[in-house]
């Protein structure tokens, strides 16, 4: 009798795992204009604008420790880390649903805290809740986030769009929100040694905020209007840049060529990365969280970004033949290799 076949989950990673679950879905609705593949579902909406849908759901244990992070945030968080998908296909976000699965270990005191944090987020980013669902859960907390937003049908970026000698660039820094939960993992650990050590997170508020909550760079999708700019192609930072540059290489069927002098690495997040023993520069290939924004520009558009204080050129593309390679600091060629966040790692 032939053994059953078993493939490991985290063998796959998140992204194999869904191409191959979904690779027999066939799209036969006409108003579905691209589906799986991109950070947003694209749908008809008008002659001029299509729908952006995105999901994403946060997991106790998974995403997140209840031991540090607070119901407010979390709820802030959640709305937040979905509305960057939106961003990130140059739209603008509209309304949000929120789905949660919750254990009786929580009072309802936690939940409106949660709700406090999901209600600051939606008028900071001036988007409505306007639906979702509340079940019971016998592990922890579930929170599911989908957001809806609106984009011009001659502005909507994909990852697909690269072009050879296209400009990477990224918005803010990069690293600071893995710098912010290794301290906090730390304290974490003080703590659960030493119940009567009370966390010292003092001079770490900045890596600290961008961990426990994050922004979505909508701002950037004006800034980039204001200046005309249409990028070529665009993905927001979820799983570190090294996986981001990844993605829209193999969308683009393109190689890239990023230039480690030229990465954004707040101050903090490089003194506290090597109060930890890691390279600043391994925080921010491999981090993660950090919800900035990576997009490639044509090189005609590089004189209406220069100097913009939001925005950094790190490198540019290439021919796919050409590979995918961090230049170091004595121009030595490192192939870039993702080794991000993955979902499905045992813990």
């Known amino acids: 009798m032939s053994e059953e076949r078993r ?106 805290d949660l709700y406090a944090g999901i209600r600051l987020a939606c008028q900071h980013y001036k988007v409505d809740l306007v639906g979702g669902d509340t079940t019971s859960s016998k592990s922890g907390l579930v929170i599911s986030v989908t957001a809806i937003g609106v984009v011009d049908k001659s502005k909507v970026v994909y990852r697909s769009g690269a072009a050879a000698n296209d400009l990477l660039v990224v918005s803010g820094d990069l690293g600071a929100a893995y710098m912010g939960l290794q301290v906090l993992e730390r304290e974490k650990s003080v703590f659960e040694s030493n119940p009567s050590i009370q966390p010292d997170l003092d001079g770490k508020d900045y890596i600290v905020q961008r961990q426990l909550k994050p922004e979505a760079r909508v701002d950037i999708i004006t800034y980039l209007k204001e200046l005309e700019v249409i990028p070529t192609s665009m993905i927001d930072i979820s799983d570190g840049l090294a996986s981001e540059v990844m993605h829209i290489c193999k ?9 480690n002098a030229k990465l954004p690495v707040d101050s903090l997040t490089s003194t506290t990365a090597i109060d930890f023993n890691l390279d600043p520069t391994t925080c921010v290939l491999n981090g993660g969280e950090d919800y900035e924004l990576l997009f490639t520009i044509s090189q005609n558009d590089f004189d209406r970004i220069k100097g913009n204080p939001h925005m950094t050129v790190i490198g540019y593309m290439t021919d796919a033949s050409e590979g995918i390679y961090l230049v170091d600091t004595n121009d030595s060629l490192i192939p870039i290799k993702a080794q991000g966040w993955n979902h499905f790692q045992n813990k």
Do not use: C, W
């Not at 607070?70 to 880390?81: D, E, R, S």
């Not at 979905?82 to 936690?110: H, K, Y």
């Not at 969308?251 to 230039?259: C, E």
């Open 7 to 112: 493939t490991d989950l985290e063998s796959l990673g998140e992204f194999g795992t869904i191409d191959l679950l979904t690779k027999n879905f066939l799209i036969t609705r006409e108003s579905t204009a691209f589906g799986i593949g991109d950070d947003a579902a694209v749908l008809e909406r008008n002659e001029e604008q299509y729908t952006l849908v995105s999901t994403d759901m946060l997991v106790e244990g998974v995403h997140f420790n209840l031991m540090y992070v607070p119901f407010k945030h979390l709820g802030y968080k959640a709305v937040a880390v979905n509305l960057s998908d939106i961003a990130a296909m140059n739209g603008t976000p509209e309304q949000i649903t929120v789905s949660i699965a919750v254990s009786n270990r929580f009072p309802l005191e936690a939940l409106e």
């Open 251 to 259: 969308a683009s069927n393109k190689g890239a060529m990023i230039y």
